[in-house]
């Protein structure tokens, strides 16, 4: 069953996630250009491994996977049905500092 959609909008306002976003190789921008698109439909579309990360109360931290190989993650923040975007990088990366 597809996750339930926490969030109406997106908003890449946060500038630690446009920082990140330049730092991405252009190779990939595409596909991280499509996940963020792909946010917007209702439901999730299940190949981006929405997922909510534990441990995280305050704010409400969730991930996407980008890429065939799920080689590189996006983390973001549900603020009042907003999808805030945090950061983009390395599976590693985000998962080492969402």
Same mark, same amino acid.
């Given at each position: 069953? *597809? *996750?339930?959609? *926490? =969030? &109406? ?5 946060? *500038? $630690? =996630? #446009?920082?990140? /976003? #330049? ?8 596909? +991280? ?5 792909? /946010? ?8 981006? %491994? =929405? &997922? &909510?990360? %534990? %441990?995280? &109360? ?9 890429? $065939?190989?799920?080689?590189? #993650? ?7 049905? +907003?999808? +805030?975007?945090?950061? +983009? $990088?390395?599976? #590693? ?6």
């Amino acid at each position: 069953m *597809p *996750p339930v959609k *926490p =969030f &109406k909008l997106v908003s890449p306002a946060l *500038p $630690g =996630f #446009k920082r990140c /976003l #330049k730092k991405i190789p252009a190779d990939i921008r595409p596909q +991280v250009d499509d996940a963020i698109a792909d /946010l917007l439909e209702d439901p999730i579309p299940g190949r981006l %491994g =929405f &997922k &909510k990360l %534990g %441990g995280y &109360k305050n704010p409400n931290i969730y991930t996407i996977t980008i890429g $065939g190989n799920h080689a590189y #993650k996006l983390s973001l923040e549900i603020v009042d049905e +907003v999808a +805030v975007l945090r950061r +983009v $990088g390395t599976h #590693k990366q985000i998962d080492d500092n969402p």
